[in-house]
């Protein structure tokens, strides 16, 4: 398997990364009994490692998450780093053994290990399920609207984890600005739509919203616009509609 050329060359393999590169398919195969060859090992295979295996090579390389000089806006002490990194011996215990040493590494390797194996079964069992999800929905958009740019969810599932990079690999243009039933953020770590409801529908709720908007059966929309509702589908998507031209 050529790993560099298919997993992001910008972030450093560390000692963590190279044993993935060599075992980590072997794992994800024994630990759901699947075929090497099947295609859903691969996409798990690349999947566990930018959702787990990649931050743990950056902060042993010593790669900032951000590309910015600016300090950060809260201290985040709960990765998996910091929740190791609190089991190893503190400086005021007075037993500061090697068996204890040994102890602590041996807690260490269990919660690592559990950790992984939790993030095999998720991106397994929901993750990639809901992948298949979004790629029907997303082949569908123009049975939704002419425009392409608004997909129907045919069923609840976490979206968001795939829309931008399934965008990518379908090759949508334009991007999907609307999901019925929300707005799509500007990225996946971001809370900013890329098109928000129209501002004069924010923060009404019920027959106001349906009065300013032209549209029945309107619910509300949130004050920031990335979301809003109606009774109906019908309603919905003349919501998504209007809004895409406003």
């Not at 691969?42 to 566990?48: G, I, K, M």
């Not at 743990?56 to 929740?83: C, E, F, K, W």
């Not at 599932?157 to 500007?186: G, N, R």
Request: proline content about 4%; some cysteine; glycine content about 4%.
């Amino acid at each position: 398997m050529i790993f560099g050329s298919i997993i992001n060359n910008d972030t450093k393999l560390s000692s963590v990364g190279l044993v993935y590169k060599h075992y980590g398919l072997e794992l994800i195969v024994k630990e759901l009994q699947l075929d090497q060859k099947h295609p859903d090992a691969h996409q798990l295979f690349l999947a566990v490692y930018k959702n787990f295996i990649e931050a743990v090579d950056a902060i042993d390389n010593g790669i900032n998450q951000y590309d910015t000089d600016q300090p950060p806006r809260y201290v985040n002490n709960t990765s998996l780093a910091h929740r190791i990194g609190r089991l190893n011996l503190d400086w005021i215990e007075p037993d500061q053994a090697s068996s204890k040493e040994d102890e602590a590494f041996h807690r260490a390797m269990e919660l690592a290990g559990s950790e992984f194996l939790e993030c095999v079964r998720f991106h397994a069992k929901s993750w990639l399920p809901a992948r298949s999800i979004v790629m029907e929905c997303l082949a569908q958009r123009h049975v939704v609207d002419s425009s392409g740019e608004i997909m129907k969810l045919s069923k609840q599932c976490p979206w968001k984890l795939h829309i931008f990079a399934l965008e990518e690999e379908m090759t949508i243009d334009p991007p999907i600005k609307y999901v019925l039933y929300q707005a799509v953020s500007v990225s996946p770590d971001r809370f900013e739509s890329r098109k928000a409801l129209p501002f004069s529908w924010r923060g009404l709720e019920k027959e106001k919203l349906s009065e300013e908007s032209s549209i029945p059966g309107c619910v509300f929309v949130h004050m920031s616009g990335f979301i809003g509702a109606n009774r109906t589908y019908e309603g919905a998507l003349a919501m998504a509609r209007a809004s895409l031209i406003a």
